[in-house]
């Protein structure tokens, strides 16, 4: 099944369970593992590794078809992967479901805390996703690791892009998310703001973790007919309201916050994607999303092979 636009009003609303992916990757020690999919390159043939982020209805099969769909042509050198934040309800009769974590509803989407295991937490899997792609041994040749995310999976890479102290070896593409981590005294409570935010990622203060984040690698994809105020999935409490009337919106007013407080510091770039609304499908396969995805490893690919 391929995503399309109004997919999420016309099924999600209705969907309690999400199918779950058939691969497993474990990000600890604890014995629990995540479900993935794991797609492409492998070993020594990688030289790019592109993490996508599934949405609020843990679909993960779906986003990794549509990643192969955008992407597809670049498999051979490309290692796919797509992990999973299953909630109870998922887990339901599933034979290995005591050895899985597992999340209280859609607390993943802000890099919350699992139900089991205890310690951990949805920015610690992307964590060891990241190092499994660093190990020069497994994978000796990839030089670029990318997180890709769209809707609720767009928030999750925003804000392990604000947080992780692993952020600097990582491109985040960040797709349509419905809210923000603003800066600043009067930004709000985390994930709307910086203040409560969990303790993952150390001990740096609030202009630390600002200066940080905009000297990453950050790219924004925006959808200029995402620009629905009544869209059922969008996030309308007061903080994010504050942030703008709906998605498109609220990422232009992000962009702008940021320019206005770092200046020329600010690395991050913005793109919007004409003609498509809250669809991921359209959205990575316009040029534009594929060339903030594949980036430099695109362009090398493409001179090894003229």
């Not at 040749?141 to 952020?167: D, F, K, T, Y």
Request: aromatic residues 8%; charged residues 25%.
């Amino acid at each position: 099944m391929r995503y399309h636009e109004g997919m999420e009003e016309r099924l999600g609303i209705a969907v309690k369970r999400a199918m779950l992916a058939p691969e497993r990757f474990a990000p600890g020690a604890s014995g629990f593992s995540v479900p993935a999919v794991f797609r492409g390159a492998e070993g020594a043939a990688a030289r790019q590794a592109l993490i996508v982020l599934h949405g609020a209805r843990r679909d993960c099969i779906e986003y990794a078809d549509i990643a192969t769909d955008a992407f597809g042509d670049r498999l051979g050198t490309l290692a796919l992967a797509v992990p999973q934040f299953p909630i109870a309800a998922d887990l339901a009769g599933v034979e290995d479901a005591a050895r899985l974590a597992r999340w209280p509803d859609r607390i993943w989407i802000e890099g919350g805390a699992a139900v089991a295991p205890a310690g951990l937490d949805a920015f610690s899997v992307l964590d060891a996703l990241i190092g499994h792609f660093s190990d020069r041994t497994a994978y000796p040749l990839v030089s670029e690791i990318v997180i890709a995310g769209h809707s609720a999976g767009g928030q999750l890479a925003h804000r392990h892009a604000v947080l992780s102290p692993l952020g600097d070896a990582v491109r985040y593409v960040v797709a349509n998310p419905a809210s923000y981590v603003w800066f600043g005294p009067a930004a709000g409570p985390w994930k709307y703001g910086l203040a409560g935010r969990p303790a993952y990622g150390g001990a740096l203060d609030d202009a630390a973790i600002e200066a940080r984040y905009a000297r990453r690698d950050v790219v924004y994809l925006l959808g200029r007919r995402d620009c629905d105020p009544e869209h059922r999935m969008l996030d309308r409490t007061p903080p994010a309201l504050a942030q703008g009337p709906h998605r498109l919106a609220r990422g232009r007013n992000y962009i702008a916050h940021l320019a206005a407080r770092q200046g020329a510091a600010l690395r991050h770039r913005l793109i919007e994607i004409e003609g498509v609304g809250h669809d991921p499908g359209a959205l990575f396969a316009a040029a534009a999303a594929r060339d903030a995805v594949l980036g430099a490893a695109r362009n090398n690919q493409e001179e090894e092979t003229r």
